[in-house]
């Protein structure tokens, strides 16, 4: 309803905002710099390239929508972004009470599933129509969902919601890249301005600083050395039993 680029700032650039304020409000937790930069760089890039995209295909495209179908299409472009932050927070805490991350996965998508069989029932008999419309069908359950999924799980059980969501805004900057080597398409300069920003989100969020080790190792107290009692004779070491070193070294 409000066009392919539209659609996609709306609801994958969303979805770390909605992620970070569920933490911030259900996990009291706080947003820190690292994690603002990456998300300022992430949708300032999403914004230029979706912009590009729709620039470039101004004057072969579909004509102009009406204000009444772009703002529906927005508002469901913001509802698709909040449940999808609503969906990784509650994995992230699936995962983080103990279950797997597999499990919790297959168990979000299992039930998911059973829920689109009547969907598919309804409206898929295009999709069987041709054996290259069923391969196309089958390899979108069988690498973006299943694969994909699966790995995103992986990634759940490592980072924070909000950090995960931030990084899937890698998508887009991907499919342009794609849609210039694989379907030959033209990406305007102000679109790889985009994909520039979007990696240097990337490397925001998935890059160590040393520095901030260093800093914290630096001001961490160090610990104090085994009190030494006042007559005690310090010239020669005490040397314990062979069972006892052993037990020792083995501690």
Do not use: K, Q
Not at 78 to 103: E, F, K, M, Q
């Amino acid at each position: 309803m409000a066009g392919v680029a539209t659609g996609t700032v709306v609801s994958i650039g969303s979805a770390p905002l909605a992620s970070a304020l569920i933490e911030r409000v259900v996990d009291g937790r706080r947003l820190t710099r690292r994690w603002i930069t990456g998300t300022v760089l992430g949708l300032s890039g999403t914004v230029l390239l979706c912009a590009a995209e729709a620039t470039a295909g101004a004057s072969s495209g579909p004509g102009a929508r009406s204000a009444g179908s772009t703002v529906l299409g927005v508002v469901l472009g913001l509802t698709a972004g909040l449940t999808y932050a609503v969906y990784s927070w509650a994995a992230h805490r699936l995962i983080g009470r103990g279950l797997t991350s597999g499990a919790a996965m297959g168990t979000v998508f299992g039930i998911g599933g059973l829920l689109l069989v009547p969907v598919l029932a309804a409206t898929g008999a295009p999709l069987l129509d041709s054996w290259s419309a069923a391969a196309v069908g089958a390899y979108m359950a069988l690498v973006p969902m299943f694969l994909g999924y699966v790995l995103f799980g992986w990634g759940l059980a490592r980072v924070r919601a909000s950090t995960a969501t931030t990084l899937t805004l890698l998508e887009p900057a991907v499919a342009a890249v794609l849609a210039v080597l694989v379907v030959g398409e033209r990406l305007r300069p102000a679109g790889w301005v985009g994909v520039a920003l979007i990696v240097c989100c990337l490397g925001v969020l998935t890059v160590p600083f040393p520095g901030v080790a260093g800093r914290r190792a630096a001001t961490t107290p160090p610990r104090p050395l085994p009190a030494v009692e006042e007559n005690a004779d310090v010239s020669v070491p005490h040397r314990a039993p062979a069972g006892e070193h052993v037990r020792a070294e083995g501690h």
